[in-house]
């Protein structure tokens, strides 16, 4: 990786190549005036490069005899090699670097692993494409196109009491001919719980064969088309949850369901939003839907007893009962979902009533079913979830955190997608922002991990109190009294994508601590259950729709993560979605998250004497009791040390 | 049983409780003048009750001096114990009884024997229902519905790994809350494919199952309405397939079904034909079609794939190959058939083309899969299908009948329903008539049994020569040169249900012995085959449509079958719909079929040197070789000399 020096703090950090000089500087903790988002409009993050090239970084912004003297903006610069670069005085938003050596990003948990487990797993699919090359018949070797399939299965694939419905039946003596007895079956291997051949088509289609996998989020739903052949994804799809309009919650949804005809609402308010994903996605990838062989969705219990359209009401009641835990295969159009009729639909299993099949695939996802070190996952989302344990043993709890994380319940909040701000960093004296949005667009509102950054900056510049309130003392035009009451101006009408202020407000400062303090709360009382301490855990895998700079150090300043060792924290973004990518392209996954279902212990924070309590002394940054932040604790004395000698 | 003797011939004969004493003159081969079939408006069958006592009887077409006297009507007298019947001359059709000794009825292999090996099997139905009391869910028992009731079905039932279709999982909450945790699962258990919840009722609603028995023939179709709680047919209905207005045949059908819509048209043709039949059967036993828990459909293998909507169009040219042997389980909603959403379809497995499940039902109603002794079953229908063996191994073979014995191609032929002359006897001198109809209804037309007993007698009575044309010497009213030939008046027009004369043509005729030359050359070839004389077939089972009064005998008689032993022959009946009706009260009988299927060799006639010339030979009444049949011969000999004389 290319390394990029500043001067003259003198700070350097690694970085993939074609990043921007602007998300290295940030990374490098270079305060840079950017407020933009990185799309190059305000011209503000001009950067000179003084050894090395980088690429592009060009701009009508920047006059010739800058240009010729080596200007950049550095958000339009790309890193190719090892370059020293110097911020010009006009750009510097902050005196000096906060911290004296550059971090790397997040220490990612790459799709690439997944990859090789489901290499390792050595199974294939389970829905997917296998070619039959029969004999012909004969007057001596007379048997039923049928027997003639299911033996050849059995001989070439070693696939043993195959069935069929009637739709293939009927299909199988044209496209036998039509193939010259060469067909392609998609076959459905659930392992314990059948083996069919859900579709045929004549000749070899081996090479077309996709699966969709889905994260049915209850705030945002997310698709990602696979390529069953190479197992990349082709295309990848989000869209808020069109069941928003029916209840933020899941409570409120389930309600809702109660409704006459509300179950059915919901039901095809979700299938209609993932038909608009999968459509969007095959039509990009020109993938037709009849291409289409299996849908693996990964939801929370509720979401995925919408999904199948089965009532989900007696969860909400005492004694709280899902339906099921495991749901039955079905066919797409069986659901309204686009897919020819052999395309099948799987649902990750829901080991409790507050605890889905999204956790199972992120807990898949992550590894932790292979692993003999004690490992927490932690899956931020509307609500949170914490699985702790290794291959032999596992224990879970849920708590509502709201759907701040996801940009819900924030004034200008908004889910992790292009535009969104992503990353903060704010000059601790004059509180000017440094901004990075997904996808170098102008901000059209915060997501979550911008707006962890952005309260965890403000909080460490002193300009939000302990207890969640803007300091009345601090003087900065951004901090201003709103309609709303008090409220931090990120960026004004003008460098916006809406035309308008994007603000943050007291209220979504509240909601963000609630949603902080449920999970800590969760944590704490997992490992309380269990009685370890948090350093007897050697990794925390933090899953959720964050964007992938969510800044891990952050989430311990404001102490909705412990104080564990920042180096045994990764993140693994949307964990959901990508386990239900493993299975997809592998039985042996999908059978490990059956198994996955069946270890896990669910402890139920609803009916626990201490959560309460342990919740209540967590809505405080970073915590009631300082003394379990440390790191934090020192942070903010030398940040307000710094901050009163400027 | 009571027995009847009839003076002053002084012949008497066992009969049931409640059959006629025309019945019984039948039996006894005592000739009685009967024209009207049965229902007592010809008046002619008087006899005088000279000891005992008869139920009924009485007629206004009796003076109240011959009721004084002891007359009765035979056809409307029951038998209720022993008596002495005179039959006074005015009622005498013939001079003298042509046997001495009476005969019993046909020994019938009983649905009772079926009954009691479905009771052997021990096993409930393939698709039955199953009381299911859960324990009600606490905050410390928290399953999920579904694994609620699983557990429950395997602790109760010893079940394992039942699944559950999207629709019923979708009822499942409702249900057990409105049943107070006890369900009636409606559970399919269809042994190596499968063992599923087909569905779901609150409560306890076992008492209340039924099923239908369907025997899918190519001219007729039957259906049994069964009470799997008693086992009890509760409603029976037949009628004519409706796709015999699209072909007679079953390769007619074949090549209808190659048009365009021609195969869907057949489709619903023959699935209206049950539904129609299902309806009345229900509307008269009072059975809501949700209450029906599964069809067993029988039929042979070009029927099967029709009722499934599946081409069999390959089945007709060579090499000659189904589409499959074993059809998947569906919802009767899915043909279209009268049901709830949880009612279910199975067919019996077709071993081959030309082979179907009817045939498969037929082995198992007869119970050779359980006997030792070498066994001949001969199924006559359109098709004549033969099988022979045992418990060890099974050999079958079939050949085209033409539908003469289902009335098919008859000039005045019908199926054995209310109204046909099923049985007839002629005064061998003036060939007077004595006939009955099933139900002791006005003739409408002849069915299989009473054409086999019409052309024997008059064959027997030389009205008829060897070579199937009536013989010009022969002086009666009833013979003449009809329109369409010399043709034999079986029922005037006056004693007709039609208003017209019921008659027998040269072409019926030839139509019989081209049917009965084929089931004789199936048979012939059959026991070369495996190599066994006649002499060591331990029983002969007859199947197929023909009344319940079919004479064994005639049927040697008229060289349909070979001149084994006459007490080795047995009538079965219906032994399609019999089978049908074992499968759906019995998994084990449904494994058992499919056992069968698999044990029988097929040969295939239409590739064996010697069929046409075995065939060829058997144009002949009884055969070309008189050796053959010597009973007939001696029979015919006797029958001409009594002739003679008179």
Redesign the interface.
Known sequence: MPRVTFIPDDVSVSVETGESLLRAAMLADVLVTASCGGDGTCGKCRMVVERGTVRAGQSAKLSDAQTAAGYVLGCLAEVVEDVFVRIPVESRAGAVPLRGGGRHPNPILAPEECAARVADSGSPPPVGKRLVRMFA???S???????RLCQTIRRDHGLE?V????PV??Q???AA?KGDWTVTAVVAELA???LWIAGLEPGDTTARQFAVAVDVGTTTVEVALVDLTSGAVVAREAEYNAQTSRGEDVITRVIYGTRPEGLRELHELVTHTISVLVTSACGKAGVAFEELVCYVAAGNTVMTHLL????P??IRT???????????C?CAT?LMLPGGPSTQVIALPCP??WLGGDIVAGVLASGIPWRDELTLFVDVGTNGEMVLGNKEWLVACSCSAGPAFEGGGILHGMRAAQGAVEQVRLDPGTLEPMILTIGGAKPLGICGSGLIDLVSELFLAGAIERNGVFATATDSPRLRKGARGPEYVLVFAEESGTGDDIVLTEVDIDNLMRAKAAIFAGISILTECVDVDFDAIHEVIIAGGFGHYLDLERVTTLGMMPEIAPEKYVFIGNSSLLGARCVASSKGMLQMARRVSEMITYIDLS?NAGFMETYVSATFLPHTDQSLFPRTEKLLAERRALKAVM
Chains 1, 2 share one sequence.
């Open positions: 018949p004969s007057l070797d007379n048997a039923s196109d049928l027997t009491g069935t069929v419905s009637l039946l009927g199988l003596p044209a001919r314990d719980t059948g199948f359209g089965v009532t009401a007696n005492s004694p709280y009962i899902p339906a099921a835990t495991e749901f039955p079905v069986d409790a009533s009916v």
